[in-house]
């Protein structure tokens, strides 16, 4: 088991996939070895942006707080709070902050294989 305080792997950093704006990472499963999955929580800052990408395995993006839109393979939709958005493997996906709050963020998917 590993316990991880979100404060101990915050970084604020550009959001990837274009770099749009600014964001605060919290890398909490790049502190647990041997793990099969990668569990982040991102906030987007006013007027950022998760760029377009294609992913390949199943992703999803929880809403904490703050409202955004998400974007799969063309079709938009808007995520508030307690909102999720189930996306598949293949798809161009992106996601960008929108009105005044920042855009709080939990992201998962599984990795390709294990980490050491």
């Known amino acids: 088991m590993i316990v991880v305080d979100e404060n101990d792997v915050k970084v ?33 800052h006013p007027g950022a942006a998760i760029g377009e990408h294609v992913i390949s395995h199943d992703e999803v993006y929880y809403v904490l707080s703050g409202s955004g839109e998400v974007v799969s393979d063309g079709e938009t939709a808007m995520l508030e709070p307690g909102m999720a958005a189930y996306l598949y493997e293949g ?6 902050q929108i009105g005044e709050e920042p855009l709080a963020l939990i992201i998962s998917y599984p990795l ?3 980490t050491p």
């Open 91 to 96: 798809a161009n996906v992106g996601i960008r």
């Open 12 to 44: 604020d950093e550009p959001p990837p996939h274009g770099r749009i704006g600014m964001s605060t990472a919290y890398r909490i499963s790049d502190a647990a070895p041997a793990r099969a999955m990668e569990f982040r929580k991102r906030v987007l």
């Open 112 to 114: 390709a294989e294990r």
